[in-house]
């Protein structure tokens, strides 16, 4: 009774697993995407306002209502056809500067599609003022005493037509009262925007004037934000990191002036980022501001600044506007951008998950497949840990050996279970096992998969990369289900009964892995174990498909080391047999003239 009551709790404990899993996975592994358009907002100041619960995001963000993208479309054509461009032609980086307002507000990520279709378009990343995907930046002045300085709605004058890595672009717009203004774009090869200001009095009092940037964006292009993964705003502030402020934050207060002198401060998605490097001559200030309807900005504003008759006055200041890619980030961050890979949320245990990044990116450049990397990096990994899975693999062994004995003692004693467990822990001090010495390799294993799972989830390197054969993407889950016939059906299974072909091979392997260790002396939880792998199978498989390869990898070398521990020690299974003779023909001799054995009185 005892052993039915364990096993109906241990199913009825599985259950709220699969179930409460299916319903809160998204918070541990988000869903497949849309196709990104990412986002932007109007360039015109408003008071900040609590704003209204968004859309639910996707991993990678971007507008998920149809009518919203049918709007962006249109709007975009309507935008771009505009002649006053400035035209951005970079190999990381294409698009336009608007120069009505004089904004970076046109920005497509040249390296990365939208999805895995070969004529997918290029990410876009900046989209207009006013479009439902709005996302830009906006350099500029605020004039004080009067003087008049350009707005959002100033058309400036460019000397150039297209700003490229070789051909720098300097706008430029003049006052009634003396005052020129300029901004000078220079891009790079990859995601970084320089933009120097400058203004020359040649009035004839001083002037007054303070410089500002800001990045501002819709809430409604946002990708998911969770507990493992930030999507918000996101800065460094006196070299500090932190993901511990969100839209809700920055909503719910109208305003967040985080503590120390911002190295650089914007907004980032799990894949993209957008922020603003100040050049560290002069310190700046750094907020992020609710603009209500879903709109959000981050700020640098400067000390304002005196500008004499016949002087010039001038500062830079950087824009980082793409994708987080591991390699351009500490690139720049040895050009001076304080902490900027660190934008990529890698969380507690960033000193073990580079590691494995670094490792898995250098296998990848060798075989030119992140599937063969993966593999690659398993094999490493059970290398490293063979010797201790050899005594793992011996220990289980010796356990398998001595299941008899332990068996004679579960009858003898059944009745008593203190006296029972005494007894066991004398066999195991006898016979020389450590139960607990096969958990080893799992618990050392565990930072790995953690590691690993991080990795396919939140660097942009595994992003759209496949493997062989329906593999297209081995940051997403496996996209072939069991239910609807692997795709020949019209829909789409829900939730953890997507079942696909890694799924099953998963199950399958830990199954063959459990059949060759020992069984455990509990009957419910022989029964439990023989459920594991299935339950196993419904929970992972909707993570991604390089997390399943990884994980089936393993199970399989796991096989292989047991099956050749097995064929090195016969004498263990011979020796086994032996021993269950002996203890039969004692237990029967033991019940013949003793009888049964009886618990002691209490």
Not at 155 to 168: E, N, V
């Amino acid at each position: 009774m005892e052993n039915q009551r364990n096993l109906i709790w241990a199913v009825v404990l599985m259950g709220v697993i699969l179930i409460g899993w299916n319903a809160g996975l998204h918070y541990f592994y988000p869903q497949p995407v849309r196709p990104v358009v990412a986002a932007s907002t109007s360039p015109n100041s408003a008071t900040p306002v609590a704003d209204a619960a968004p859309a639910k995001p996707t991993r990678e963000g971007g507008l998920q209502a149809p009518a919203d993208m049918a709007l962006e479309a249109r709007d975009l054509k309507q935008e771009l056809a505009s002649p006053n461009r400035v035209a951005i032609d970079a190999p990381g980086l294409k698009g336009s500067i608007n120069l009505a307002g004089g904004l970076v507000d046109d920005l497509l990520l040249a390296r990365h599609r939208e999805s895995i279709a070969k004529d997918s378009a290029p990410v876009r990343l900046f989209s207009p003022a006013g479009t439902p995907a709005q996302h830009f930046a906006q350099i500029g002045w605020v004039g004080e005493n009067g003087v008049q300085a350009p707005t959002a709605d100033t058309l400036w004058q460019a000397d150039g037509r297209k700003l490229t890595p070789q051909t720098p672009v300097t706008l430029s717009w003049s006052n009634p009262t003396g005052q020129t203004f300029t901004i000078r774009y220079a891009i790079d090869d990859n995601y970084l925007i320089t933009a120097t200001q400058g203004v020359r009095n040649a009035g004839a009092a001083a002037i007054t004037v303070k410089p500002f940037a800001l990045v501002k964006r819709t809430e409604k292009t946002a990708s998911i934000d969770t507990w493992t993964l930030h999507s918000g705003p996101l800065g460094a502030f006196d070299g500090t990191v932190s993901f511990a402020t969100n839209y809700k934050d920055v909503a719910a207060t109208g305003q967040v002036s985080p503590a120390g002198a911002p190295n650089w401060i914007g907004f980032t998605d799990i894949y993209w980022l957008s922020a603003l490097i100040p050049d560290g001559k002069i310190k700046a200030q750094g907020d992020y501001r609710a603009l209500g309807d879903g709109l959000f900005r981050a700020d640098l504003v400067w000390p304002s600044v005196s500008v004499a008759p016949g002087q010039t006055a001038g500062q830079s200041v950087r824009l980082f506007a793409g994708a987080k890619e591991n390699a351009v980030l500490e690139a720049y961050e040895k050009q001076g951008v304080t902490n900027l890979s660190l934008s990529i949320d890698w969380g507690w245990f960033r000193w073990f998950e580079k590691p494995i990044f670094w490792l898995l990116d250098s296998l990848f450049r060798s075989v030119k497949n992140f599937g063969l990397a993966i593999i690659l990096l398993t094999l490493i990994v059970r290398g490293m840990m063979f010797p201790v899975a050899q005594r793992q693999f011996k220990s289980m062994a010796a356990m398998k050996a001595i299941q008899p004995k332990m068996k004679v003692i579960q009858e003898r004693y059944k009745d008593d279970k203190e006296t029972q467990q005494r007894e066991i822990m004398a066999l195991y001090k006898q016979e020389g096992v450590n139960p607990l010495a096969g958990c080893l390799p799992i618990f050392l294993q565990i930072p790995v998969f953690f590691a690993l799972y991080k990795v396919l989830v939140l660097t942009i390197e595994m992003r759209h990369q496949p493997f062989i054969l329906w593999i297209k993407d081995l940051s997403a889950p496996d996209p072939l289900h069991i239910l609807n016939l692997f795709g020949l059906l019209p829909f789409d299974p829900p939730g953890f009964l997507g079942i696909g072909v890694l799924a099953i091979a998963l199950g399958t392997t830990m199954w063959l892995q459990f059949k060759l260790q020992p069984a455990a002396m509990d009957p419910a939880q022989q029964q439990v174990m023989a459920i594991m792998p299935w339950m196993m199978m419904f929970v992972m498989a909707p993570f991604a498909a390089g997390l399943l390869i990884y994980w089936i990898t393993s199970n399989l070398l796991t096989i292989g080391q047991q099956r050749y521990l097995y064929a090195r020690h016969p004498q263990l299974k011979a020796q086994a047999a032996k021993d269950q003779q002996n203890i039969d023909r004692s237990v029967a001799r033991d019940i013949k003239t003793k009888g049964p054995a009886k618990s002691p009185k209490r």
